[in-house]
């Protein structure tokens, strides 16, 4: 993989011979990539005991949330106690979004949850405490070892996708059934 690929908006698929159990069957959107390093949020794996409801509670923000049965998900190991909401480009943060690319943006100020509790937040987002990071050419070298596939990026696989299907339905967007991949990496 050439280090000048940008893969900043596109979707990384953790191989089955993933290393790190923490990004087994992961699902990650890509935040952003450059040469300094790559940060992305992983946006299937719910946490088993934490809603939108009682992360605002816990932040002390009041409001009638109505998406306050929202999963939180585990975004990654790094800075796992640091928010970030994954949404699509119609809302704007007052302090700071960050605009992937036309159909995505991300949001890491507390004035996000605030509107959503509101009402006013995205329509479409994923809530997630913590990122997966890896600093230059780390990635790079990590998809040349086969432990990522990269696809495209789709609304209905980010938002629309039940988050235990959307693993095998990056693998299918790329016509690759789950089935015939093995964990054992190999050399031609």
Same mark, same amino acid.
């Given at each position: 993989?050439?280090?000048?690929?940008?893969?900043?908006?596109? #979707?990384?698929?953790?191989?089955?011979?993933?290393?790190?159990? $923490?990004?087994?069957?992961? #699902? #990650? &959107?890509?935040?952003?990539?450059?040469?300094?390093?790559?940060? /992305?949020?992983? !946006?299937? *794996?719910?946490?088993?005991?934490?809603? +939108?409801?009682?992360?605002?509670?816990?932040?002390? !923000?009041?409001?009638?949330? *109505?998406?306050?049965?929202?999963?939180? =998900?585990?975004?990654?190991?790094?800075?796992?106690? $640091?928010? &970030?909401?994954?949404?699509?480009? @119609? =809302?704007?943060?007052?302090?700071?979004? +960050?605009?992937?690319?036309?159909? &995505?943006?991300?949001?890491?100020?507390?004035?996000?949850?605030?509107?959503?509790?509101? @009402?006013?937040?995205?329509? *479409?987002? !994923?809530?997630?405490?913590? =990122?997966?990071?890896?600093?230059?050419?780390?990635?790079?070298?990590?998809?040349?070892?086969? /432990?990522?596939? #990269?696809?495209?990026?789709?609304?209905?696989?980010?938002?629309?996708?039940?988050?235990?299907? *959307?693993?095998?339905?990056?693998?299918?967007?790329?016509?690759?059934?789950?089935?015939?991949?093995?964990?054992?990496? @190999?050399?031609?």
């Amino acid at each position: 993989m050439p280090l000048d690929m940008d893969l900043t908006g596109q #979707v990384l698929i953790a191989m089955p011979g993933m290393g790190d159990a $923490r990004f087994g069957h992961s #699902v #990650v &959107f890509m935040c952003a990539h450059s040469a300094e390093g790559a940060m /992305g949020l992983i !946006i299937n *794996k719910p946490t088993s005991d934490l809603q +939108l409801s009682n992360l605002l509670e816990q932040l002390s !923000i009041e409001g009638g949330s *109505k998406n306050g049965d929202l999963p939180v =998900y585990f975004g990654g190991p790094v800075e796992h106690g $640091r928010g &970030f909401v994954l949404h699509e480009t @119609g =809302y704007q943060s007052s302090i700071s979004t +960050l605009e992937v690319n036309s159909d &995505f943006a991300m949001t890491a100020t507390m004035d996000i949850l605030e509107d959503m509790a509101e @009402g006013r937040g995205p329509s *479409k987002s !994923i809530v997630a405490l913590g =990122y997966a990071g890896w600093g230059p050419g780390q990635l790079e070298g990590e998809i040349a070892e086969n /432990g990522w596939l #990269v696809c495209d990026a789709s609304r209905a696989l980010i938002f629309e996708t039940p988050d235990a299907n *959307k693993w095998e339905a990056a693998l299918t967007s790329l016509g690759i059934s789950p089935l015939t991949l093995s964990a054992d990496a @190999g050399r031609a």
